[in-house]
């Protein structure tokens, strides 16, 4: 099983600023298949980045990602107030399907 | 447009069984491995397994064989996952969640149903 640690915990950040959030695989994800999703409170997850760099339809380029092997990163490059949620890495291309503890991003 | 509907809460006694469904609409519902995930309160998301609509073919994270089974009618688009045995520790949000290219098996999550919760208690 890859198991994925991600960090930090928690992010405190203003808008506009840029956020990096990490994610490092236990072995090597195959293929970079490693995918991205974002939280908001009381909501179903939803997708931002697949493919370790392939975003997900209607994402603002302003969301990157990066990485191959262990070790992975999601960049926000000017936060915006709607981006403030909490993010979870996934790697999907071996039995089980494992994610992230998740990154919290909160306001500073 | 593409959507998955799940079925409403649920509250069920310990040793109990919760099926819950998941209803596709807006796309070729045979064409697209089918997920489920589940977040107990305040915690992360955990993977439980998958099927293929078309054949039928299932496959559970290690944790969830013998007590999780998924089920597909294509004749209504809908997928079902049944948990039997029920713990206090199942009290969780069930989410389905699609793959994102036909057949594709190593795909990302790119559609999810809303959520159903279910509580485990006596």
């Known amino acids: 099983e890859i198991v994925l640690t991600q960090s930090p915990g928690t992010l405190s950040l203003s808008p506009g600023e840029r956020a990096t959030l990490s994610c490092r695989a236990s072995?090597?994800?195959?293929?970079?298949?490693l995918a991205w999703y974002q939280q908001k409170p009381g909501q179903a997850p939803s997708l931002v980045i697949y493919?370790?760099?392939s975003r997900a339809t209607g994402i603002p380029d302003r969301f990157s990602g990066s990485g191959s092997g262990t070790d992975f990163t999601l960049t926000i490059s000017r936060l915006e107030p709607e981006d403030f949620a909490v993010y979870y890495c996934?790697?999907?291309?071996?039995?089980?399907?494992?994610f992230g503890q998740g990154t919290k991003l909160e306001i500073k | 447009q593409v959507q998955l509907v799940q079925s409403g809460a649920e509250v069920k006694k310990p040793g109990a069984s919760v099926k819950v469904s998941c209803k596709a609409s807006?796309?070729?519902?045979?064409?697209?491995?089918m997920h489920w995930v589940r977040q107990a309160p305040g915690q992360g998301l955990e993977w439980m397994g998958w099927?293929?609509?078309?054949?039928?073919?299932?496959n559970y994270a290690q944790k969830f064989q013998g007590r999780v089974t998924v089920t597909g009618d294509t004749s209504i688009t809908t997928t079902y996952m049944d948990v039997s045995g029920l713990r206090f520790d199942d009290t969780a949000v069930y989410y389905c969640?699609?793959?994102?290219?036909?057949?594709?098996?190593?795909?990302?999550?790119?559609?999810w149903g809303q959520g159903t919760p279910v509580t485990v208690s006596s």
């Open positions: 969640a699609r793959a994102g290219s036909v057949l594709g098996l190593s795909d990302a999550f790119h559609m």
């Open positions: 807006g796309y070729t519902f045979s064409d697209y491995y």
């Open positions: 099927i293929n609509p078309n054949s039928g073919d299932t």
């Open positions: 072995q090597s994800v195959p293929n970079r298949n």
């Open positions: 493919g370790a760099s």
């Open positions: 996934q790697q999907y291309e071996t039995s089980p399907r494992t």
